[in-house]
């Protein structure tokens, strides 16, 4: 009786532990450096330039400061690009999965962008570009809503 007793005990037990196969869904940092690998809008694939391709990345540290470096043409360098940085906070609204960056210059806001977070893995950055705000020329504060055709979506890896 005895036997019986332990092997339902110990039966129990195992029934009542833990899959481990099933793999818990892993918390990733938005924190580092992600190089801009892609661009697609509305499913069409945009071509990056070369410019795009090797000085272009988002520097995104703790707290919540972010810098922006943007590879772009330059015919008067040599090597026909140069570098350009955005500065700027940043505000991540986890319940929406949202990503709040501004921008600013000599302390003053320049421009707000707001991007869906598509994706974030461990090496894998993708964030959906909804709402762009910015400063015209005549320094009136600009809201586009961006409608889904229009969005953006830039693909970052580590």
């Known amino acids: 009786m005895k036997k019986v007793l332990l092997v339902f005990v110990l039966f129990g037990a195992l029934s009542c532990s833990s899959d481990d196969s099933k793999k818990e869904e892993e918390d990733f940092s938005i924190v580092g450096n992600w190089k801009y690998t892609a661009a697609n809008t509305y499913g069409s694939e945009l071509t990056l330039t070369n410019c795009e ?77 909804f709402r762009n705000s910015y400063f015209d020329e005549s320094n009136v504060w600009i809201e586009e809503g961006l409608p889904e055709i229009k969005r953006t979506v830039f693909t970052y890896t580590r």
């Not at 540290?61 to 360098?77: F, L, Q």
């Not at 700027?88 to 319940?95: F, M, S, W």
């Open 53 to 129: 391709k090797t000085l272009s990345y988002i520097e995104i540290k703790e707290g919540n400061a972010v810098n922006v470096k943007k590879g772009v043409t330059d015919a008067s360098n040599e090597s026909g690009c140069k570098q350009t940085t955005s500065t700027g906070t940043y505000v991540i609204n986890e319940l929406d999965k949202e990503l709040i960056v501004s921008f600013y210059s000599e302390g003053k806001l320049t421009s707000k962008q707001n991007y869906f977070i598509v994706e974030l893995t461990n090496s894998t950055l993708k964030l959906k570009l």
